[in-house]
């Protein structure tokens, strides 16, 4: 299940944390499921960076999309960017740039309601005061772990 394996992943992550010398506990975040369908946030919570994760599936079978960081003052790239065509990369160009997709119907047209209906959407919100760095790493651990299909440069 999706969640588990961030879960798992999370739970790694505060090893490698301890490892450095820093730690990341369980209590400086937490892993905000908002399901499938899911509804777009309105907002990041004050006080949190955040790890945007989209898969595409199953709760058994499901393959990771989309995994992004937004920090403390990003509040568009975590509630809205991804959803359209606006900002320079979006989650919604590239599903619209996909054959795959295309051969099923999504267009610019419809990517948006399409995505809400269809993908996962799962954060970890991370307390900001843990700085920029450990946001980082936890993007780049769940990229490594997960390796998104857009995610190129990895």
Same mark, same amino acid.
């Given at each position: 299940m &999706? *969640?588990?394996d961030i879960k798992h992943q999370m739970k790694y992550i505060e090893e490698i944390t301890m490892t450095l010398g820093d730690k990341? !506990? $369980?209590?400086?975040y937490y892993i905000e499921n908002l399901g499938c369908p899911h509804t777009q946030p309105k907002r990041l919570p004050k006080g949190y960076a955040a790890i945007y994760i989209f898969a595409y599936g199953t709760e058994t079978e499901y393959e990771y999309l989309k995994i992004g960081k937004a920090n403390e003052k990003s509040n568009a790239r975590f509630t809205s960017q991804h959803y359209g065509f606006h900002a320079p990369s979006t %989650?919604? /160009?590239?599903i619209c740039s996909d054959e795959e997709f295309q051969k099923i119907g =999504?267009? $610019?047209e +419809? =990517? /948006?309601p399409w995505m809400l209906q +269809? %993908?996962?959407r799962i954060n970890v919100l991370i307390k900001a005061d843990c700085g920029k760095a450990m946001t !980082? %790493? *936890?993007?780049a651990i769940f990229h490594y772990g997960f390796r998104p299909r857009y995610e190129? +440069? &990895?």
């Open positions: &999706i *969640v588990d990341l !506990e $369980p209590e400086d %989650l919604a /160009k590239s =999504v267009s $610019p +419809n =990517v /948006k +269809n %993908l996962h !980082e %790493l *936890v993007e190129g +440069n &990895i």
